[in-house]
């Protein structure tokens, strides 16, 4: 059996500098904890996997396709293959679960290029967060 606690993978994924921690991959699902700064930017693109979020605490925006809405804690929200999307506004430190079917980049070809060049532009979810708005341009 798998099983996991949310304070202890919260923890992990502070202590990695990092904005998102995936804790499970199967070739179906792959899913993480992404954490998100009150006034920061989420610097995520659009990924080639259908996605859901789960919110587990804090408050912000989130805006899919041409689509806004807001979100807090018990909020889901899906997002299909390759549509643009971003959470802002974020009012308070937003935390959330994410699901992604197939396991995240198990569309991709270029897999570890693909991380590699968004950890270092700072761009994907290997990336830090930041209060500036040129981290939404890619």
């Given at each position: 059996m798998d099983a996991f606690e949310l304070s202890q993978l919260a923890d992990e994924r502070s202590r990695?500098?990092?904005?998102?921690l995936e804790f499970l991959r199967r070739p179906a699902l792959s899913v993480g904890v992404y954490q998100l700064p009150a006034?920061?930017?989420d610097p995520q693109s659009p990924h080639t996997e259908d996605e859901v979020y789960?919110?587990?605490s804090g408050r912000a925006m989130v805006r899919v396709g041409a689509?806004?809405?807001s979100v807090?804690?018990?909020s889901i929200v899906f997002v299909a293959a390759g549509v643009?999307?971003?959470?802002h506004s974020i009012g308070e430190d937003l935390t959330l679960l994410v699901f992604f079917a197939p396991a995240e980049y198990s569309q991709q070809k270029t897999v570890s290029r693909q991380r590699t060049s968004d950890a270092t532009r700072g761009t994907g979810?290997?990336?830090n967060a930041t209060k500036s708005k040129d981290a939404l341009t890619r």
């Open positions: 990695s500098g990092r904005l998102y006034q920061g930017t789960y919110v587990i689509e806004d809405r807090g804690p018990g643009e999307h971003r959470f979810r290997e990336g």
